[in-house]
């Protein structure tokens, strides 16, 4: 099989719905964003032997490639239109590329986002995803926007995926699918478009993420360690180590925003209707930098914040 059948068959899914012309000219035409509305462009990129091991799942390397990429777009309240996918592969592996795009047509499809091209080429496997979403004008949830006084929320539960890191083999079901097929929170961050002042996906950690709002918006953060939505499988772990696999362990693609006290009905409104938990973990103070407090109320050290390829 050769680069052009391989395109062909499994990315070429006929007439762009999206677009004047899709895949299979030098570029594709998109159609600009209707008048109102902006354009929101993010990239995120998964290499082999560092995002996922070799002999990973295709389904679930297929569904996280685009998945990390929606979460982007959810934490901005922006729609998903369409995606590009740049692919490097050691051989055309019909088997391995069935799976991957199984797995990435199935989230693609649900989000009405369109594969509209890419780029293939022989190489050690990595994939890079670039999506496009709409979001109205001024309307973005951006990181710069956390007020002082502040609620801070977050979606779902924390945990479950660095857990599934932390036990191996010795993983359960529940935690292996949190790291593998992450469900990106496109419906809650359109729906606190007007309700949330500054939002992150958490890919990172909380506390590494939130750091990045605080910097951002030049204000400090407190997080109540007790309020905390961790993943149920913590609790089999030893106590001293549940705050750093909660707090910095990532990979959950959960949405942290922060948002005006008097909008604390609505948005618990939108958690019920999306049958999401959101949990308010501590606010937005004046200053500088993320405290996790404890039951008492006293600052928590913690051995690490964040993920970082550098550090
Ligand atoms: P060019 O040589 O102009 O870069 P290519 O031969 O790389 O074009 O690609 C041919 C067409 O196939 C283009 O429309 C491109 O967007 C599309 N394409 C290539 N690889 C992929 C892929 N992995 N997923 C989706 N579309 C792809
Ligand atoms: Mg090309």
Known sequence: MGEFELIRRFFDRGPSRRCELGIGDDCAILRPPAPGTTLAVAT??????????????????????????????????????????????????????????????????????????????????????????EVPVGVALRRDRAEPGDDLWVSGELGGAALAIHLGARAGRCERARLDRPEPRVALGIALRHLARAAIDISDGLTGDLGHICERSRVGAEVDWPALPCAPGLGALPEEDRPGIALAGGDDYELLF???????????????????????????????????????????????????HFA
């Open 44 to 133: 995120d990129m998964l290499v082999e032997g560092r995002h996922f091991v070799a002999g990973a799942d295709p389904v679930a390397v297929g569904h996280k490639a685009l998945a990390v990429n929606l979460s982007d777009l959810a934490a901005m309240g922006a729609r998903p239109l369409a995606f590009t996918l740049g692919l490097a592969l050691p051989q055309a592996d019909e088997r391995w590329l069935e799976a991957f795009t199984t797995g990435m047509f199935a989230l693609a499809d649900r989000h009405e986002c369109e594969l509209i091209g890419g780029d293939t080429t022989r190489g050690p496997r990595a994939i890079c995803v670039t999506v496009l979403g």
């Open 258 to 308: 922060s948002a005006a006290p008097e909008n604390r009905s609505p948005i618990e409104a939108i958690g019920a209707r999306l049958g999401l938990p959101l949990t308010r973990i501590g606010r937005i103070v004046a200053g500088q930098g993320v405290r996790v407090l404890d039951a008492r109320g006293r600052p928590m050290t913690l051995a690490r914040s964040a993920y970082d």
